[in-house]
């Protein structure tokens, strides 16, 4: 049971470069999100998934899309990376639903990347 | 809107003493969801507590423990006798029923030295 996983662990693109963020999770959750961390920022939410098959706005969606492949993954796209999307990107999932009240977010590892 | 104010940006301490983290959050929803989670330098996130805003038990488990209090908006997070391998950045986390959203704070860095 891996939980949250994430691919790369580092990235480094140019500026107009694109790249996908993989993320896969073994929980049968049926949310997912991906967050952004930079420093002294916190986390914030880019885009999330509720459920298969629908995808929502965070926080901070302009120069991302996001991709509800099947239950298990959610990737997330960068078409034109910019220097100001460096960051640590955050993976995470969790059952949501019904058991809403209960719903405990999980994280995976975590990508690095940086935008020349 | 919901907001969660960590104003510790970094805390110090030497190994054994004890170290409260304050968090402080705003929320308009009468339930809500409260989280800590702990940030090693390794950088994964591991989850530590789930508190619900109708249970204002405080909670113990082991060095750690969580004080809520309903009445000054805030969720506070004590550990006991810190160990070096504490050392980490801790995040408190608000999460309001009307969404699936965490909305988190900025962030503690706590060095414990040896």
């Known amino acids: 049971n891996a939980g949250v996983t994430q691919t790369p662990k580092f990235q480094v693109l140019k500026t107009g470069q694109s790249m996908t963020l993989q993320c896969a999770q073994d929980?049968?959750?049926?949310?997912m999100y991906w967050y952004r961390q930079d420093p002294g920022m916190g986390l914030r939410l880019i885009y999330y998934?509720?459920?298969?098959?629908?995808?929502d706005k965070g926080e901070v969606p302009n120069g991302y899309n996001v991709s509800r492949l099947n239950k298990r993954e959610f990737s997330l796209r960068l078409e034109s990376a910019a220097p100001s999307q460096t960051s640590v990107y955050f993976c995470?999932?969790?059952?949501?639903?019904?058991?809403?009240?209960?719903?405990?977010?999980?994280f995976g590892p975590g990508t690095r990347l940086t935008v020349l | 809107a919901q907001k969660v104010t960590q104003a510790q940006t970094e805390i110090s301490v030497v190994e054994k003493e004890d170290v409260t983290l304050d968090c402080v959050y705003e929320?308009?929803?009468?339930?809500?969801?409260l989280f800590w989670y702990k940030q090693p330098p390794s950088g994964e996130l591991v989850f530590l507590i789930r508190?619900?805003?109708?249970?204002?038990q405080n909670e113990i488990s082991g060095r750690y423990s969580w004080n809520f209090q309903k009445s000054t908006s805030s969720f506070n997070f004590t550990i006991t006798a810190s160990q070096v391998v504490d050392s980490a950045v801790y995040f408190c986390?608000?999460?309001?029923?009307?969404?699936?959203?965490?909305?988190f704070g900025e962030g503690t860095q706590l060095t414990v030295n040896p």
């Open positions: 508190r619900n805003s109708f249970d204002e």
């Open positions: 929980m049968n959750h049926n949310s």
């Open positions: 998934s509720a459920s298969e098959g629908t995808t």
């Open positions: 929320t308009r929803d009468t339930t809500y969801y």
């Open positions: 986390a608000l999460r309001e029923t009307s969404g699936s959203r965490l909305t």
């Open positions: 995470a999932s969790s059952e949501m639903g019904l058991a809403a009240s209960t719903d405990t977010q999980y």
